[in-house]
């Protein structure tokens, strides 16, 4: 039973809402659809907005991984749609090639550099971060080359990375409720 003044683990939202969204981003890259409002407003309100609340929960935990991750993680979805739709708008000009290859590594080396806080926790985390650079590689690659064919590749990745994400998320759920390892996340290395 938890205490009055707990503050439960935000960290499921966070993933399941970062994983939930780059599937849905990743099946449309591995060409099953096109880009639509119903991945824009995931971008938005569960990849974005919800990704910012479990950060600034994370904060109230005195998690800092979880407060830089999930937060970043969480304006990169905002800014992300932002890219999208501003043109749309005419408000300023389609984002090129070049610019968006410099948006998707600098987002590649951020999360490298936070993968490696990963090899303090659990495997899965790991594996989340892990699979995520590579998405980041494999799409400012494409975006490089123009290479359609890499982008399509990126895309089955990241569904990857986004499944990867949500169960992470949904095990840290289960094995709370259930008080014992549901699904097993990978021992923590301390």
Known sequence: MSTPNAIANPAPLGL?????????????NAGFFEMNSMILGMGIFYGGLAQVIAGIIEAK??????LTAFTSYGFFWLSLVCLIVMPKLGWVEKTSNNAMVAYLSVWGLFTLLLFFGTLRLSKALQFVFGSLVILFALLAIGDAMENPTIKTLAGYEGIICGASAVYTGIAQVLNEIYGKTVWPLGPVQR
């Open 16 to 28: 399941c809402a970062f994983g939930m969204t780059t599937i849905l981003l990743n099946i449309h």
């Open 61 to 66: 935990k005195d998690n800092t991984f979880g």
